[in-house]
């Protein structure tokens, strides 16, 4: 078993930048593969970065490379995601979430997720 609580959400202006936090805890969690989702209003929840268990890999959605930097602190048991040059488009609720898959940009493939933190970005 896993948790997965998220935090650093909240409201930024366009082309600031905000850092999420994703916290795992459990006795194995430092060995699953880590993924940022995000929902927007009305909207699929999609993929937007994703770190295997060593840290040694990432991957990204295309609307959010080159802004965005997944990375993780395994002693700390936490993931971060660095979002720079936010834009509106990026408002949406992040998730967190864990798979034994990598890469996968796939909900299903993921079995652990975080309640979501808010991101509202303004024009």
């Known amino acids: 078993q896993v948790q997965l609580v998220e935090s650093g959400g909240g409201l930024v202006q366009t082309g600031g930048s905000l850092r999420l936090s994703c916290a795992a805890s459990?006795?194995?969690?430092?060995?699953?593969?880590i993924a940022w989702f995000r929902q927007a209003a009305g909207k699929e929840r999609a993929f937007v970065a994703g770190?295997?268990?060593?840290?040694?890999?990432?991957n990204y959605a295309d609307s959010v490379k080159g802004r965005f930097t997944i990375s993780r602190d395994n002693a700390k048991n936490t993931v971060y995601l660095e979002m720079n040059r936010l834009n509106p488009e990026d408002t949406a609720v992040y998730y967190c979430?864990?798979?034994?898959?990598?890469?996968?940009?796939?909900?299903?493939?993921?079995?652990?997720w975080g309640q979501g933190t808010q991101v509202t970005v303004s024009s």
């Open positions: 979430a864990a798979s034994r898959s990598y890469p996968t940009t796939s909900t299903l493939r993921h079995d652990y």
């Open positions: 459990g006795r194995t969690s430092s060995t699953y593969n």
């Open positions: 770190i295997s268990w060593t840290g040694g890999s990432t």
